[in-house]
């Protein structure tokens, strides 16, 4: 053990008195120990120091004044103590001789990087020192011989470790030592939440423990260790630089800290908005855009790049070139199916970058809806044509429509011709049209013209000019006399006032008429007409009486005028023929009518007595009739009218009349209307099929309503 008195400097007492020599204590101690006792006074290294110490300890300055010496050991020492790097801000390089002599109570040191001298007897006789740890380079080459105690200084000398460890005093027995420091160190982000450090391999170490800090001049703290000579740092914050150390270690302890090195984590790149899942679009009218937002850490800059792919995935893909900015215009060029697009994004330089979802264009074809046809069939009268031709339309995608009519010859949407100007979504129907059938329809476009379909066929069918006889008011004999050949008794005479003036059709309702207002020809007579006649202008027959009635409504719908039927309880409810309705008559309207009984009687004397308006007999010439018809009908008007100009109110073919069949009314009448009810309706006039005397101006037939014939067909009036 070492002593000393409280007013002797450390310094003086480890290096100019001498009290220690290299051999051991010098005589002149004996003395002054005993003084010391007489004087109740006893230092040694466990008294404090008494000449600037910081933190226990006493410095010196060497080198010029630009280092210290550590002089004299901390007071007291005991345990494990760790000696400062650094005394008024000027490193601490050395350790003096004798420093530390006889602390018995020391059982450890750390000696700072920084120190490159240990002075002589530094650690003599400190018997309980049992580990010296360097935490820089080991000073092989200044020390002396003398400056630990010998099993530890053999142990130094030998083996150049950097920890000695001892089990106890001056035992020989070593439990392990600590390996030097790792070099060559080096850290590389992995991605934006993970570092990997790595260093060259340091002898005699079993591990490794890696050290962190924000700051170089911070506090570093363990963060994991590894057997490797890497290691992976995981869930750290993006965009942020970190500092690590390493430390090898081994069953002797952890070595001392490598020289920091730092390294940033990769920017962390967020999808705030992904691409639409999916985008339908339709060809010849493609718009729209892809688009993608996104945010990144730090001060990066993004970047974007848009793919194309055969397949919905993220993977592989074509670059879109000049596709770089955060929308992507899909391209209107594009055909009919399916396509895969997604969005790289990317920090500053490229290092770092995110894909975005793939999203799905679906590139359609437009569909193109006709909701509503063009009418089937349009019915106008020549000389008289008014209406259009209409359809609407609508189609998928905001498409825009475009419209051509085409005229044809037959019944069909095929071919066609072009009708110029015709391009709105309805067409007039042309008023030089003369009479027959015209069929048109219409072809619908979307933009472009890629995509059309065309409507249905219009039947557009010209009636020729319906020519009427003004018949003038009066009053007649209604009915046969006697003394008529042929007559019936159902023919009772009785006078008959017609206040009411009205115009008749000149001629039978034709079968071009027929079909020109109802679509249908029912005719049995449909074909084959005599030489020289033409077949559309033969009277329409086998029409029961329903069929006649809906014809006269029809043809003043065609004109703009108020029907003068109301028809319900339709058979069937539509299409031909009619066989049971039930139909009231307004007579005050100016549409088209059957002629009551009384008014047909009156038209077709024209103001004659006789049995025909021809005079007492019918001949060949003024008729058809049995003897002269060929069992058929003929073209209208081949035979001559009557006096005020009607045609076949003779033969060719029976006249449906309003009237239920019944007996007369007694006495003078004045526009009657017939019976209230009955089974049949009455038919005037005669046909081709019956005998010249079934052709007098007075006969009357009826049947039931519903009952079709060859010879049945009917003329209209109106007032």
Known sequence: MNYFTKNDTLSHICKKQHFFNKKG?????????????????????????????????????????????????KAKASGEIKLPASYKKLPVTAISDNAFVSCVNMTGITIPDKVTKIGDNAFHECTSLVKVTFTGTIPANNFSSSSFPGDLRAKYLIEGIRTYSRSSGSSTTWIGTVPGIPTGLTAAAMSFNSITVSWSSVTGATGYVIYRSTSEAGTFTEVGTSAAVSYTNTGLIPSTTYYYKVAASNSGGVGGQSNAVNVTTLPLITIDTQPAATTNVYTGNISGSLSVSASVTGCATLSYQWYSNTTASNSGGTVINGATSSSYAIPTTLTAGTYYYFAEVRATGGAVSVRSNVTTVNVTVPVITINTQPAATTNVIQGNISGSLSVSASVMGG??????????????????????????SSYTIPTTLTAGT???FVEVRATGG??????????????????????QSGTFTMGSPTSEANRESNETQHQVTISKSFYMGKYEVTQEQYQ?????NPSGFSSSPASGEIQGRRPVERVTWYDAVEFCNKLSAMEGLTSAYTITNRTPTTGYPITSATVTVNWNVNGYRLPTEAEWEYACRAGTTTAYNTGDTISDNTGWYDSNSNNRTHE??????????????HGNVYEWCWDWYGTYASGAQTDPTGAASGSYRVLRGGS?????QYLRSAYRYGNIPYFRY????FRFLRP
């Open 25 to 73: 204590m010098s005589f002149g101690v004996l003395g002054l120990i005993a003084l010391l006792a007489i004087s109740g006074v006893f230092v040694g290294c466990e008294e404090e120091a008494t000449e600037d110490d910081s933190g226990g300890f006493a410095f010196e300055l060497i080198n010029g004044n630009t280092e210290y010496s550590i002089s004299l050991g």
């Open 399 to 424: 498409a825009t429509l475009s419209y051509q009519w085409y005229s044809n010859t037959t019944a069909s949407n095929s071919g066609g011709t072009v009708i110029n100007g015709a391009t709105g």
């Open 438 to 440: 015209n069929y048109y």
């Open 450 to 471: 890629a995509v059309s379909v065309r409507s249905n066929v219009t039947t557009v069918r010209v009636m020729p000019p319906i020519e009427m006889v003004r018949i």
């Open 516 to 520: 020109a207002v109802t679509g249908g």
């Open 636 to 649: 209208v008007g081949l035979k001559p009218p009557n006096a005020w100009g009607l045609y076949d109110m």
């Open 688 to 692: 081709w099929y019956y005998f010249g």
């Open 710 to 713: 060859y010879s049945f067909g």
